[in-house]
C-alpha cells in the first residue's frame, strides 16, 4: 500500500492526457486525497468542464460555482453515480474535494472516457461533416415571440411570412452547400496524390492554405504539437493506470475508517418510484411524457395487428376450410 | 400591411444589396482588383477548359480582346511578383494612349480593353515561367501555375509534415493501446468496493442510471418505428396461400414483440428515478454520447467517389435537418393553432384564417387551398 515513485507520474500524465481547458494541476489531485478545502473549487470546476464537454454542453470560464455545482450534482446522477454525500455538499463549493476525487475517478472507470474526450478535441486538418442524423437540438423556447402584438395575438399572415423566409433560408442555404461541394471537390480533385498520408491522399481547403500563406497557420503547428503530447501523455498513463487505481483504494480504506460508509441500507427502498415527483425537474416531466406517449402509441399498435391478425385468421381458415 | 419589422428587413435587404453592387463596382474600377478579378476569371476559364499548355496560350494572344470576357486564355497572374510591376507599366501605357477614351468608357468597357493588354503583356510572361519551370523546380511555390496543373505536384511544407506525421503516429498508437491486466484488475476492484462500502444504494440491484433510461427508451422508440413499417409493409391481400401463411406468421411475431416492448416500457417505468436529487436547471440530455462507435480513436474517413455523391451528401443531410426542423415546427403549430380552430364560434369571416390554417397545417405553408362557396339555390 505504499505510494512508490509511479504515482505522481501516474498523476501527472493523467493530468496531462485530460483536455486542454479541463487540466487539474496534479497537486489539486494530491489535495483532494486528503480532503483540503483549497482544492474543491478547482475540482468543481474540473468536473464541471468535463462533465459538459461529455454530454455537448456550452459553457464559458465565467459560469458562476452556484451553476457549477448544480451541474455537476445532476450530471453525475444522470450518470448514475448514486452516493448522496455528493448531493448534499455545498453550494458554494468550499469543501467536499475528496468527494469529487472519488466522483472523478468513478467517471474515469468508464473505459472510453479518457479516449472519447481525445476524439471530440481532437484538431481539425481536413475537411469535415458529420453524418449524423440525430435531431438537433432546437431551443426550446418557452418564451413567446417578440413579435407579439399589443393584445399578445399574432396575425396568422404573419406566420405564413415568416415560415416562407425559413424556406428561403433554406433553399439559399442548399445552393450555398452545392457551391461548397463543387470547390471542395476541385481542391481535393487537384491536390491528389500529393499528401503524405496516402489513406487520405489529398489536401484539404485548409491545407491548400497553407501552402499559399504558411505564416498563417503557426496556431495550428502548435495545436498538432500540444495534441500529440496529450496523446503521449495518454500512452503513460495506460501504462501506469493500475497504480492510480491502487491509490484510489487507499482514499476509500480512509472513508471507511472514518466511518463514512454506507448510510442506509434502506435508502433504497424510499428512492424508487415516485411517480408524482415529476413536478420537479424538467427532465423528469419530459422522460415521463415521452414514456406516456410511447406507451399509448405502443397499445394502438397492439391494438391494429389484434384486429389485423384475426381478420387474416378468419379469412385464412375461411380458404382453408 | 407589412409590419414595421418587416419593413426594417426589406430596408436592409435593399441595403446589402445596394453594397453588393457598389463593391462589384469598386472591384472593377481599381486596377489591382481587376486585374485579380480577371485573374480569377481566366482560373476559372482555365479549369473547365482542361489542360491548356502554353502553346495554346501564345495563339489566343489575338483573340484574347475579344474574347476576354469568356477567357480562355493560359495566364495565370495573381501572386506572381510580376502582377504588380506591370500594372503600373499597363496604367502608363493607357495614359499614353486613349486615355480620355479610357476614362469616359463604362466600367466593362475599361475591364475589356484591360484585359486585352494584360492578356499580352501576361501570356508572355507566364509562357516563360512555364518553360523555365522545370530548370527551378516548383515544389513549393505557389502561384505559377493553377491549381489544377501544379495541384499533384504541391508539396506541405516540411514543419507541418513533420508535425503532422508525429501527430498520426500518435493517434495510432493510442487507437492500438490496450489496458492492461492489471490495470483493468485494479480498476474493477476500485469500482466494486466504491460500490458496496460507501454508500451507493441504487446501485445495489443494478438499476440504470438516467442516462441508461433514457437510451432504453430510444431504442424502444426506435422498435416501435421499425414494427410500424413492418406492419404495413405487409402486403394487404397475398396471392398464394402459402404468402398468405407467412403473412399471417410475420404478424404474429410483431404481436410479441409489441408485448414485449410494452413490458419492457413498464419496468423502464418502475425503474424511473423517483429522486431526482438537485435538478438543475441547465439539465443537457446526453445526446452526443450515443453517436460514438466503439473505435473511438479511429481515423474517421469519409471517402467519396464523384462530385455528385459528395453534394447527394450535403443535400441529403441538410433535408434531413430540415424535416426535423419542420416535424418541430408543425409541433408547436398545432398546440398553437388547433385551439384557435375550436374554441371560437364560425363567424362569417372566418373562412380566410381556415385556410390559412390549413395551409399551415397540412400544407407546409406551400399551398392555398381554394375555398369555394356553394350557392345552394333553394
Known amino acids: ?321 | 400591411r407589412p409590419s414595421p419589422k418587416e419593413l426594417e428587413e426589406l430596408e436592409l435587404l435593399n441595403r446589402a444589396l445596394e453594397k453588393a453592387l457598389k463593391v462589384r463596382k469598386s472591384i472593377l474600377e481599381n486596377p489591382l482588383e481587376a486585374q485579380r478579378a480577371r485573374g480569377q476569371k481566366w482560373a476559372a476559364g482555365k479549369i473547365s477548359s482542361k489542360g491548356v499548355t502554353s502553346k495554346q496560350g501564345r495563339s489566343h494572344r489575338t483573340a484574347a480582346g475579344a474574347s476576354a470576357r469568356e477567357v480562355s486564355a493560359a495566364a495565370e497572374p495573381q501572386e506572381t511578383p510580376g502582377l504588380s510591376e506591370s500594372a503600373p507599366n499597363e496604367q502608363q501605357s493607357f495614359s499614353g494612349g486613349d486615355s480620355a477614351a479610357v476614362k469616359n468608357s463604362t466600367v466593362a468597357g475599361k475591364q475589356l480593353l484591360d484585359a486585352g493588354k494584360k492578356s499580352c503583356g501576361f501570356l508572355g510572361e507566364s509562357s516563360k515561367k512555364e518553360d523555365a519551370a522545370g530548370a527551378r523546380g516548383r515544389s513549393t511555390s505557389p502561384g505559377t501555375g493553377t491549381l489544377q496543373e501544379k495541384g499533384c505536384q504541391l508539396k506541405l511544407p516540411l514543419p507541418y509534415r513533420k508535425v503532422y506525421s508525429r501527430n498520426s503516429r500518435a493517434w495510432e498508437r493510442c487507437r492500438l493501446c490496450q489496458t492492461s491486466a492489471d490495470a483493468a484488475a485494479a480498476r474493477t476492484r476500485f469500482m466494486e468496493r466504491i460500490q458496496t462500502t460507501v454508500s451507493f444504494p441504487s446501485r445495489h440491484r443494478l438499476t440504470p442510471s438516467p442516462a441508461e433510461i433514457e437510451e432504453e427508451l430510444r431504442g424502444l422508440q426506435d422498435v416501435l418505428f421499425h414494427l410500424r413499417k413492418y406492419m404495413e409493409a405487409e402486403p394487404a391481400d397475398p396471392p398464394t396461400l402459402q404468402g398468405e401463411y407467412e403473412s399471417l406468421l410475420t404478424l404474429e411475431g410483431l404481436q410479441s414483440t409489441v408485448s414485449q416492448c410494452l413490458q419492457k416500457l413498464q419496468l423502464l417505468q418502475e425503474d424511473c428515478p423517483g429522486d431526482v436529487g438537485s435538478c438543475s436547471p441547465a439539465c443537457v440530455p446526453a445526446r452526443g454520447q450515443t453517436c460514438d462507435s466503439a473505435d473511438m480513436l479511429a481515423v474517421p474517413l469519409l471517402c467519396y467517389s464523384s462530385l455528385q455523391e459528395l453534394r447527394d451528401l450535403f443535400a441529403l443531410k441538410l433535408q434531413v435537418s430540415m424535416l426535423h426542423q419542420e416535424i418541430a415546427l408543425q409541433k408547436v403549430m398545432m398546440a398553437e393553432l388547433l385551439p384557435v380552430l375550436e374554441a371560437r364560434p364560425w363567424q362569417e369571416g372566418s373562412a380566410g384564417l381556415f385556410r390559412a390554417i390549413h395551409s399551415q397545417l397540412c400544407e407546409g405553408g406551400r399551398r392555398f387551398p381554394v375555398l369555394v362557396r356553394d350557392e345552394l339555390l333553394d
Open chain 1, 1 to 321: 500500500r505504499q505510494r512508490g515513485p509511479a504515482l505522481p507520474a501516474a498523476v501527472g500524465a493523467l493530468c496531462r492526457a485530460l483536455p486542454p481547458r479541463a487540466r487539474p494541476a496534479p497537486d489539486t489531485l494530491r489535495r483532494a486525497r486528503f480532503d483540503r478545502p483549497q482544492a474543491s473549487l478547482d475540482f468543481w470546476k474540473l468536473l464541471y468542464v468535463l462533465l459538459k464537454q461529455i454530454h455537448g454542453g456550452k459553457w464559458t470560464e465565467s459560469d458562476a460555482i452556484g451553476a457549477q455545482v448544480r451541474f455537476v450534482k445532476w450530471a453525475l446522477w444522470y450518470q448514475g453515480y448514486g452516493r448522496p454525500q455528493l448531493q448534499r455538499l455545498p453550494a458554494d463549493g468550499s469543501a467536499g474535494s475528496r468527494e469529487l476525487l472519488l466522483a472523478f475517478s468513478w467517471l474515469l472507470h468508464c473505459p472510453g472516457l479518457l479516449e472519447q474526450l481525445l476524439a471530440r478535441n481532437r484538431v481539425q486538418t481536413g475537411d469535415q461533416t458529420s453524418v449524423c442524423t440525430c435531431e438537433d437540438d432546437l431551443p426550446e423556447s418557452q418564451e413567446g415571440t417578440s413579435e407579439a402584438g399589443a393584445e399578445g395575438r399574432v396575425d396568422v399572415r404573419y406566420l405564413q411570412w415568416l415560415h416562407g423566409r425559413l424556406r428561403l433560408q433554406w433553399c439559399s442555404l442548399h445552393a450555398q452547400h452545392q457551391e461548397q461541394c463543387k470547390l471542395l471537390h476541385k481542391i481535393h480533385l487537384f491536390t491528389s496524390g500529393s499528401h503524405m498520408d496516402q489513406n487520405l491522399g489529398h489536401f484539404s481547403v485548409t491545407e491548400a492554405d497553407l501552402i499559399r500563406h504558411p505564416e498563417n497557420y503557426k496556431q495550428l503547428l502548435q495545436l498538432l504539437e500540444s495534441e500529440t503530447t496529450q496523446l503521449e501523455a495518454f500512452l503513460e498513463w495506460k501504462q501506469l493506470e493500475a497504480v492510480y487505481w491502487q491509490w484510489m483504494e487507499t482514499v476509500l480504506d480512509d472513508m471507511a475508517e472514518e466511518g463514512n460508509m454506507c448510510e442506509s441500507q434502506d435508502a433504497d427502498v424510499e428512492k424508487r418510484r415516485l411517480p408524482e415527483v415529476t413536478s420537479c425537474c424538467p427532465w423528469a416531466a419530459k422522460l415521463a411524457g415521452q414514456m406516456d406517449r410511447l406507451s399509448r402509441d405502443l397499445l394502438a399498435l397492439q391494438e391494429q395487428l389484434h384486429q389485423l391478425v384475426a381478420q387474416r385468421k378468419a379469412a385464412w381458415w375461411e380458404k382453408v376450410r
